[in-house]
């Protein structure tokens, strides 16, 4: 079973950068899309950014412009550059296979708080 391992997070003010890394536990080669998620308090979890394996890359209209994602197949990992951040990107941040339910295995994610 794939797992995912998420870092990165962390407190920063608004218009400042983060770079969340996902370590992933088997080979990431088999799922041909992964995304980084978000879960604000009080919200459902979103999709915010997802990458085809030969790195085609969907956002969210809300992150569009800002923030990165990318995947490095060969050391099983993807990342997620954040830029110009603002309050509302405050949530947890999770990285899966895009199309990920509940009901799938998810890691512990990672904190990002975006305060002045």
């Known amino acids: 079973q794939v797992q995912f391992v998420e870092s990165g997070g962390g407190l920063v003010q608004p218009g400042g950068s983060l770079r969340l890394s996902c370590a992933v536990s088997g080979s990431i080669f088999s799922i041909y899309r992964m995304g980084w998620y978000r879960q604000a308090p009080g919200k459902q979890r979103e999709l915010v950014a997802s990458?085809?394996?030969?790195?085609?890359?969907n956002y969210v209209d809300s992150v569009k412009g800002r923030f990165t994602i990318s995947r490095d197949n060969a050391k099983n990992t993807v990342s997620l550059q954040m830029n110009s951040l603002k309050p509302e990107d405050t949530a947890v941040y999770y990285c899966n296979s895009e199309g990920a339910t509940s009901l799938d295995y998810w890691g512990q994610g990672t904190q990002v708080t975006v305060s002045s």
């Open positions: 990458i085809s394996i030969d790195s085609r890359k």
